[in-house]
């Protein structure tokens, strides 16, 4: 059962409201002429939705009442008024509320109106929901993910970039952690592929990065995930190499060839050539010659 609170300081149009909402199949909870009573009501009864007159009783209007609850509990709110001016109305908007009703009301949009609020309210809660879920759950990836809009404008971080970023926490578009990010976007942009894999610079290592495209539903492109992979988690880790052979340790407790380890886990390639203390050490006799 739909719960309403009305906030109406006419006696009229209260009555109408009470009368005709209840013979709809809402409860009302109560009514009430001023801001100060709506706000304790609110936080008492958390209603479904609030119908608010602007102007009502009180040392604050309707609008300022709304803008406070909305803020505090998030409660739907549709106005009723009596001016149809361009400001207030902006006003309202702006304040949280999802619909206004100009009085005198008119029984016709009366009840649309609360159901078109009530079904907009659900669906984004439900978003919020499940935007939140997804954010949990990005963050729990063992995965460094930059999500942008189709400019590079930084979106969304998770919190495995989030512990390598450090001091470069606050950056707010991708070609602040590197600067060929602008050529990568311009050239996914331009190609049937959903996906590029990049070398990048970065934190003095070569990396592999995706960039991915995001489209919406309409498959009309909104923005574009960068995944970092894996091969920046160990930053400031340890690892165990050994002391005769210079061979290291993985997570696994196999032994691999430093050479071979560097390049798999760091995508660096290696030229080969002979340092001054090993020329001096093996070919001494060709140098004094």
């Known amino acids: 059962m739909t719960k309403i609170l009305i906030v109406e300081d006419e006696a009229i149009s209260s009555l109408f409201l009470e009368e005709y ?26 209603p479904d939705l609030i119908i608010m007159d ?18 505090s509990f998030g409660i739907p709110i549709i106005y009723l008024t009596a001016y149809s001016d361009k400001d ?21 949009y009366l009840e649309p109106t609360i159901k078109i609020v009530l079904e907009k309210y659900r669906n984004e809660e439900k978003l919020k929901f499940e935007t939140k879920l997804l954010n949990n759950v990005i963050n729990k990836m063992d995965t460094a993910l930059i ?15 989030k512990s390598i970023l450090n001091e470069k926490i606050n950056i707010t578009n991708i070609t602040d ?35 991915s495209k995001v489209e ?4 009309r492109l909104y923005g574009f995930i960068f995944n970092f992979g894996h091969n920046i988690k ?21 032994w691999f060839d430093i050479e071979k380890y560097v390049q798999e886990n760091f995508n660096i390639a290696f030229s080969h050539g002979i340092c001054i203390d090993c020329t001096n050490k093996y070919y001494s006799d060709v140098i004094k010659d």
């Open 21 to 46: 909402l209840e013979k709809l199949g809402y409860t009302i909870l109560e009514t009430v002429d001023n801001g100060n009573d709506a706000y304790t009501l609110a936080e008492k009864y958390l």
């Open 54 to 71: 602007i102007n009502i009783k009180g040392k604050i209007n309707g609008i300022e009442t709304a803008e406070k609850i909305y803020s």
């Open 88 to 108: 207030t109305v902006e006003k309202a908007i702006k304040s949280g509320s999802f619909a206004y009703l100009l009085k005198p009301i008119d029984e016709k």
């Open 147 to 161: 999500f942008t809009d189709i400019k590079g404008n930084i979106k969304f971080i998770n919190d495995e970039i």
């Open 177 to 211: 952690l590197f600067f060929e990010a602008k050529n990568y976007i311009y050239e996914l942009q331009n190609l049937e592929e959903n996906t590029i894999c990049k070398k990048i610079y970065f934190d003095k290592k070569i990396l592999h990065i995706n960039i």
């Open 216 to 219: 919406d539903e309409k498959n």
């Open 234 to 254: 160990n930053k400031g880790s340890q690892l165990s190499i050994c002391s005769f052979c210079k061979k290291i340790k993985d997570n696994s407790g196999k």
